[in-house]
């Protein structure tokens, strides 16, 4: 019963993601949007020991 709802559930996803209405090509971030997320990954610093990762954000 759980993998018929699991499939069934698979198939609606597939058709509500492969609509060609829902891919738009007009993007437009914001100025705001595009200095936040560049001033952002410059102050994140990913902090490898042993087999952890740490991600640290340098203000």
């Given at each position: 019963m759980a993998r018929?709802?699991?499939?069934?559930?698979f198939h609606s996803m597939?058709?509500?993601y492969s609509k060609k209405a829902l891919?738009?090509?007009d993007l437009k971030p914001?100025?705001?949007?595009i200095s936040f997320?560049?001033?952002y990954s410059?102050?994140?610093?990913?902090?490898?020991i042993d087999n952890?990762?740490?991600?640290?954000?340098?203000?």
């Open positions: 018929y709802i699991t499939i069934k559930h597939a058709k509500i891919a738009s090509k914001k100025k705001e949007v997320l560049l001033s410059q102050a994140l610093k990913v902090v490898k952890k990762s740490f991600e640290i954000i340098a203000n």
